[in-house]
């Protein structure tokens, strides 16, 4: 099984600033990562696919980058709309396997 | 529009069974590999099950391997999850999600999910 760990777990970020979430494989996944957003009471959304195509929906201020086992997800300057918790997630083998989750709060 | 609708959670006791149904439409549903995510109360995101599209492969975490069996109707667009012997780790949140790509990608569409609570 390919762990995923996710950190921070917690990042207390001010409108405007910058966000980066980053996430680590514990073996390569090649360009089979993607990250989800997920707001209190929805079902997760899929943000960014193959480590950095944006999905449809979500404006150009978030990004994502890495390759192997390294992951970031970066948030270029932080607004309202984007506090909520991200996942990371591996689909290159099965199972497949999320992050634990890193909840992006306003400081 | 791609909508996913769960259905079937409910509250019932250690080692019953529980079958979730998920109805799709809107998508070539017979083309798309679907699957099942659960979150437990407050918790993180858990894949449970990956079917292909034409039902002959399935995928479980170890964790529900030999409960849990998923399975599809193509002629009804219906993606099912029967749980056996059910267990109180198994209380979560149960979503259905298709992925992106007949031969997998990420998930690009989440229903609302279906609530599984397993409690004497």
């Known amino acids: 099984e390919i762990v995923m760990t996710q950190s921070p777990a917690t990042l207390s970020v001010s409108p405007g600033e910058r966000a980066t979430v980053s996430c680590r494989a514990s073996?390569?996944?090649?360009?089979?990562l993607a990250w989800y957003q997920q707001k209190p009471g929805q079902p997760p959304r899929v943000l960014i696919y193959?480590?950095?195509t944006r999905a449809t929906g979500f404006p150009a201020r978030f990004s994502g980058s890495g390759s192997g086992t390294e992951f970031t997800l970066t948030i270029s300057s932080l607004q309202s709309e984007d506090f909520a918790v991200y996942y990371c997630?591996?689909?290159?083998?099965?199972?497949?396997?999320f992050g634990g989750g890193t909840k992006v709060e306003i400081k | 529009e791609v909508q996913l609708l769960e259905s079937g959670g409910g509250l019932v006791q250690p080692g019953e069974s529980l079958r979730l149904s998920c109805a799709a439409s809107?998508?070539?549903?017979?083309?798309?590999?679907m699957g099942w995510v659960r979150q437990a109360p407050g918790k993180g995101l858990e894949w449970v099950s990956d079917?292909?599209?034409?039902?002959?492969?399935?995928f479980y975490v170890d964790s529900v391997r030999g409960r849990f069996t998923v399975s599809r109707d193509n002629s009804k667009n219906t993606l099912n999850l029967q749980m056996n012997n059910l267990r109180a780790e198994d209380t979560a949140l149960y979503y259905c999600?298709?992925?992106?790509?007949?031969?997998?990608?990420?998930?690009?569409?989440w229903g609302q999910g279906t609530l599984v609570t397993v409690s004497s």
């Open positions: 999600a298709k992925r992106m790509r007949s031969t997998g990608g990420s998930y690009d569409s």
């Open positions: 809107g998508f070539t549903f017979s083309s798309a590999v």
């Open positions: 079917i292909s599209s034409t039902g002959d492969a399935t």
């Open positions: 073996q390569s996944v090649s360009t089979n």
């Open positions: 193959d480590v950095s």
């Open positions: 997630q591996q689909y290159t083998a099965w199972p497949l396997t």
